[in-house]
């Protein structure tokens, strides 16, 4: 089976601006994570967000509202049955099916927020975690409406570009 490659966004030029934006994001939440706390691994699932986001910011599963409810509920699952069962596999796996069912129920469709679930449900530090975590998401939250202010002036941009062009021809027609 063969798969179209969807065609680049502006060319190599315009891929490369517009994964510009979720590396920061990434970046910027693992500096704010290294700043307050040693907890790397919970903030892992952030950056396949940010990956997902780069790569189809249009996509239903990629909104702010989806992102924001799908992590933020995937880390309260999780910790709340890392709190109820310990540590562990047991914990991990029921925050993680708890998760799915969730996001399916909700029609919240975010990937990356089982990861989240699971890093909870295995090692959540407590409630200061919670709240970095939250911060984090926030921060993406943010981030992620201005890539998509970034992406309508693009389109407005190029919108206004050809018309200008159109225009022109028609002039010196």
């Known amino acids: 089976m063969v798969t179209e490659r969807s065609p680049r966004r502006g060319g190599l030029r315009g891929e490369l601006l517009l994964a510009l934006l979720p590396t920061a994001t990434v970046l910027l939440v693992l500096a704010f994570v290294e700043a307050l ?3 790397r691994l919970l903030f892992a699932s952030l950056a396949s967000s940010a ?13 702010v509202r989806t992102l924001v409810l799908s992590q933020l509920a995937a880390a309260g699952i999780g910790w709340l049955c890392h709190v109820a069962l310990g540590p562990g596999y047991l ?5 993680m099916l708890v998760v799915i069912g969730a996001m399916v129920a909700l029609d919240l469709m975010h990937p990356p927020a089982v990861s989240t679930a ?3 449900g295995l090692q959540a ?3 200061h975690s919670l709240v970095l975590f939250t911060t984090a998401v926030a921060i993406t939250a943010v981030l992620v409406g201005l890539q998509q202010v970034v992406l309508r002036l693009a389109r407005r941009v190029r919108r206004d ?4 062009a159109e225009q022109g021809r028609l002039h010196a027609d």
Do not use: K, T, W
């Open 125 to 127: 530090a407590g409630e």
């Open 161 to 164: 570009l050809r018309s200008s």
């Open 51 to 63: 990956f997902l986001i780069y790569l189809d910011p249009e996509h239903e599963m990629n909104r």
């Open 37 to 39: 706390a040693q907890q």
């Open 118 to 120: 699971l890093s909870f």
């Open 91 to 95: 914990a991990a796996g029921l925050s």
